[in-house]
C-alpha cells in the first residue's frame, strides 16, 4: 500500500505570509494526488487535483506542483478563510490514501 | 447544483449492521465512480471504498474488507454501504464523494456529501 507523509502536521503563520505544505509518497504515483482542505465543522474542499489543477473556483493564491513521490501545496499569501486543515489523497490505485493533515492556524 | 445526502448513521452495539445510503442529484450519476470516506472523531480522512460507475468494480480498504459492501442503484441515483460486524474503530462520519471526471476511477472528489455519523458502542 502507498503510504503518503505530510509535512508539517501543523504550522502557524500571519497574514500575507507564504505558506509551504509537503507531501511524499511511499512510492510513484504519477501525477495522482490531489488537495484538500477542511475548515473545521465543514465538509473537505477539493483544491487542486493532477498535482497542478486548480479546481474552478478555487482562489488562484493555492497552486500545486510536483510529480512522481514529492508534491507540494503552496498559499502565495495566506488570509485568514485559510484557517483550515489540508489533506494531499493519491488516487493511484486501491487502496487509496490520505496524508495525515496539516492544520494551518493564522498568527 | 450537485448534491450528495447522505443517511443512515445510527448507534450500534459492536458486532451489529448498517446500511448507509446517498442520494445523488444534478448530474449523470450513473457516469461516475463514487466513494465512501470516512473520519473518525477528531481525526484525520480515511478512504472506504469505491465502486464503478456500472457497479461492477469494487474496491475497499483493508480495514473493511470482508466485512463491508459497496453498491449503487443507477436507477435511483443512489449509493449504497453496507456494515457487517461492526467494531467500534468504525464510529467515524461516512461522507460520499464523487469522483471528479467521469468513467474513471483515476480522480478526486470533486463533490461531497454532508455526512453520516455512525456510532458503534454497547
Known amino acids: 500500500d502507498i503510504q503518503m507523509t505530510q509535512s508539517p502536521s501543523s504550522l502557524s503563520a500571519s497574514v500575507g505570509d507564504r505558506v509551504t505544505i509537503t507531501c511524499r509518497a511511499s512510492?510513484?504515483?504519477?501525477?495522482?494526488l490531489a488537495w484538500y482542505q477542511q475548515k473545521p465543522g465543514t465538509v473537505p474542499k477539493l483544491l487542486i487535483y493532477g498535482a497542478s489543477t486548480l479546481q474552478s473556483g478555487v482562489p488562484s493564491r493555492f497552486s500545486g506542483s510536483g510529480s512522481g513521490t514529492d508534491f507540494t501545496l503552496t498559499i502565495s499569501s495566506l488570509q485568514p478563510e485559510d484557517v483550515a486543515t489540508y489533506y494531499c489523497q493519491t488516487y493511484d490505485s486501491a487502496p487509496q490514501t490520505f496524508g495525515q493533515g496539516t492544520k494551518v492556524d493564522v498568527k | 447544483e450537485v448534491q450528495l445526502l447522505e443517511s443512515g448513521g445510527a448507534l450500534v452495539q459492536p458486532g451489529g449492521s448498517l446500511r448507509l445510503s446517498c442520494a445523488a442529484f444534478?448530474?449523470?450519476?450513473?457516469?461516475?465512480?463514487m466513494s465512501w470516506v470516512r473520519q473518525a472523531p477528531g481525526k484525520g480522512l480515511e478512504w472506504v471504498s469505491t465502486v464503478s460507475s456500472t457497479g461492477r468494480n469494487t474496491y475497499y480498504s483493508d480495514s473493511v474488507k470482508g466485512r463491508v459492501t459497496i453498491s449503487r442503484a443507477n436507477s435511483k441515483n443512489t449509493l449504497f454501504l453496507q456494515m457487517n460486524s461492526l467494531r467500534a474503530e468504525d464510529t467515524a462520519v461516512y461522507y460520499c464523494a464523487k469522483v471528479r471526471a467521469s468513467e474513471t476511477y483515476y480522480d478526486a472528489y470533486d463533490y461531497w456529501g454532508q455526512g453520516t455519523l455512525v456510532t458503534v458502542s454497547s
Open positions: 512510492q510513484d504515483i504519477r501525477y495522482y
Open positions: 444534478e448530474f449523470t450519476f450513473s457516469s461516475h465512480f
